[in-house]
């Protein structure tokens, strides 16, 4: 068992997990990997940063039916780029206390790592107001652009840890940052930590 302490942040879309992980780094001087993971798959895998940000959080083919079929000719470009996220993951554990958003990192690290398990959510209606004034996502109704990428991350966690994303049981805490506000998670995760 290694001795760093690890906060991992699964998040709903929209739900500003992604910021208090930040936040939470920042208030205890540890770093904070999110766009810096797949910075380095990258250039682990020789993938575009653009096409793992697109396949990272997608099930191999799609579709799980489909990527049983895929199967068959043998790994999938998914299933290689899962092989380098979960080692990459594991190393910066074992190098340094860290905060680590998405990217299955609970599940990476159950058994590796002393890790606080964290799931950030929030209602349709903070999610959808959040994503156009924070992204700027204007091009699909918000609500419908929220309900797809939940789906495709919830399909991705389930399809590689076989548990199911956003239950309260794989979790140390599940914070509801529309009723809670965002500072007030990242103190709490402070807190806790």
Known sequence: MMKNRIITISREFGSGGRTIGKMVS????IPCYDAELIHKIAQESGFSENYIKNAGEYTPGGF????????SFGPTNEDYLWNIQYKIITELAEKES???VGRCA????KD????????IHADMDFRAERIVKVYGEREVVPEERLRDKDK??????RFYTNMKWGCAQNYHICLDSGKLGIAKCSEIIKELY
């Open 26 to 29: 920042e208030k205890l001087g």
């Open 106 to 109: 609970d599940y990476i690290l």
């Open 152 to 157: 495709r991350r919830a399909a991705y966690h």
């Open 112 to 119: 590796k790592a002393d890790c606080l398990k964290v799931f």
């Open 98 to 100: 860290c905060v680590i």
């Open 64 to 71: 799980l039916s489909s990527a049983f079929a895929n199967r």
